[in-house]
């Protein structure tokens, strides 16, 4: 479903361009529980921002099912995410004005979704992320733990074709982590989500299809 | 060090408030590295903000030293976190227009250390969290991970009498997250600087001197 060929990127850095993926080469077949591991600053983020078509490569290829995605117009490419991406962000990304509610609605409401089954399915999902009684918080009054779970919540609620999950389970205690492992794990059984991760979370690796270790932007 | 009595905190939620600490009592001697280990959503954020004096309870006394914290006018307060406390944010809260070396250079120009000194703490610091080579990075251009290891470095480089560390490995991989707890635990024994963590970590939870357990806003 993910295609990677010798894929590169470097950023602009003072006078000099620092090259954080160094020719990545991966294909991710669908139905896949795939983990990136590596070191802190290894090029996971870089990676998982460049498959979910948040970021554009300096050289290489990436075919999503069979499109090139960097041949893609930019209107195809939100189509393409819209459709079929769950993106969980390292660092969360809610939007501040919503509630917890209202920000896992959101991607059911790019996609149509009529308004009565759009609450249903908000709040199924926030009830298995164990948020139930926090549907009316707003990012700054949640934990953080919270506000990553609700940031999770939003990238399965569609379930997408494919989800690309950064770090999600990092400010998670032991027992929430394993439920949230458990909820993605039954998407990708029963509904054939595919999940590509950016983890330190060996439990994840655990339940991983396999595990790709990436270091200096290179796939070890 | 830290004496927290029959401690409350409530937030304004809508026409309730919600009780996030429910009568905590906590006593830290000198020179202890606490672990508040507990569920996503239980209380060790709020509490971490107030022994820090970032926030302020609802009820209850908290003592840094043998002073009473609630009592002190918000000069003197703000002194004592300057000279005596190190915090590291769960979100790392760095200032976004200053580079990783400005970021902890920040609190030795706060406590008036000269600029060849500061100069050298700060690169010795920033070595020992492994970031040497990204000093001149802003946070925009930092990994998750480093942008947590500048928030510890800014933490530690002013060696303070009390850090407050609210999940400091989070987004790390194993060996660097075990680096960073060699690094505090240094301190520790050498200087005598006092660490009261927020984790999940179970690497910290096994080096601490003692774990408490916080369930619901309250010690279990
Ligand atoms: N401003 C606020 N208004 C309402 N409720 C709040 C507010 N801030 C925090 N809370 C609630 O207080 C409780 C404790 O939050 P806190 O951030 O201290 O938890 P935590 O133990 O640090 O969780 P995590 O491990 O997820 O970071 C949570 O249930 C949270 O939803
Ligand atoms: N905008 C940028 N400019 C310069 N360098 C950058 C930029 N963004 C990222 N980098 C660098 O690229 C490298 C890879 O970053 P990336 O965020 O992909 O790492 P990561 O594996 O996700 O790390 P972590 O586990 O800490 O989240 C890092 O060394 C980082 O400093
Ligand atoms: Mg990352
Ligand atoms: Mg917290």
Excluded at 2 to 7: C, E, G
Excluded at 36 to 52: E, F, Q, V, W
């Amino acid at each position: 479903v993910v295609t990677v060929s010798d894929l590169k990127k470097s950023y602009p850095l003072g006078e000099v361009n620092f090259q954080a993926l160094n020719g990545i080469d991966l294909e991710v077949a669908a139905g896949e529980f795939l983990a990136l591991a590596g070191p802190s600053g290894s090029g996971k983020t870089t990676l998982l921002n460049i498959i979910g078509c948040l970021d554009s490569p300096t050289e290489g290829e990436i075919l999503l099912g069979k499109e090139p995605v960097n041949r893609l117009n930019p209107d195809k490419l939100a189509d393409i995410r819209k459709a079929k991406l769950g993106f969980v962000f390292q660092s969360y990304n809610l939007i501040p004005v919503l509630t917890a509610f209202e920000n896992v609605e959101y991607p059911l409401i790019l996609n149509k979704v009529n308004p009565v089954e759009r609450r249903e399915r908000v709040q199924q999902i926030l009830k298995e992320v164990g948020l139930a009684d926090k549907m009316n918080n707003f990012p700054n009054q949640l934990s953080g733990g919270q506000q990553q779970r609700v940031s999770i919540a939003r990238a399965l609620v569609n379930q997408p074709m494919l989800v690309l999950a950064d770090e999600p389970t990092a400010n998670l205690d032991s027992h929430t982590g394993q439920e949230i492992i458990s909820l993605m794990q039954q998407l990708n059984r029963e509904k054939g989500v595919t999940f590509i991760f950016a983890t330190h979370d060996q439990r994840i690796m655990d339940h991983a299809s396999r595990v790709v270790q990436i270091r200096d932007g290179q796939i070890a």
